[in-house]
Nanobody, 120 residues
C-alpha cells in the first residue's frame, strides 16, 4: 500500500502562483511514477503532469506547459507541482496519484484532493 497526502491548495488571483506537495508513505520502493490530475464538476479527470520516479522524466498537459513544473525529492518521497501564471481555468480539485504497477490499469493510488481556485 502507498498513502498519499497532498497540501498546498488555496485561493489565488490570476497570474499568481501556488505550489502543491504530495508526500508518499508506505511501500514507496514500489513507485514507478507519480502524477497530478485535476477535475472540475461535470468533466473528466485530466492528467496535468507526471514524473517517472526513476530518472525523473516529466510530461505535461499542453494546457500547462511552460507554466507548471513538476519535481520530486527522492529523500522525502515527495513530489511538488509548482504552478505559475495561474489562470481561472486552472480552478479545479487537484489529485496526486501514484503508479506502482506499470503496464496495468494506470495509477492505482490516489490522494484525497486539494482545491485550487484562481480568481479573475
Amino acid at each position: 500500500q502507498v498513502q498519499l497526502v497532498e497540501s498546498g491548495g488555496g485561493l489565488v488571483q490570476a497570474g499568481g502562483s501556488l505550489r502543491l506537495s504530495c508526500a508518499a508513505s508506505g511501500r514507496t520502493f514500489s513507485l514507478y511514477a507519480m502524477g497530478w490530475f485535476r477535475q472540475v464538476p461535470g468533466k473528466e479527470r485530466e492528467l496535468v503532469a507526471a514524473i517517472r520516479w526513476s530518472g525523473g522524466s516529466t510530461s505535461y498537459a499542453d494546457s500547462v506547459k511552460g507554466r507548471f513544473t513538476l519535481s520530486r525529492s527522492n529523500a522525502k518521497n515527495t513530489v511538488y507541482l509548482q504552478m505559475n501564471t495561474l489562470k481561472p481555468e486552472d480552478t479545479a480539485v487537484y489529485y496526486c496519484a501514484a503508479d506502482t504497477a506499470p503496464g496495468t490499469a494506470g495509477y492505482n493510488y490516489w490522494g484525497q484532493g486539494t482545491q485550487v481556485t484562481v480568481s479573475s
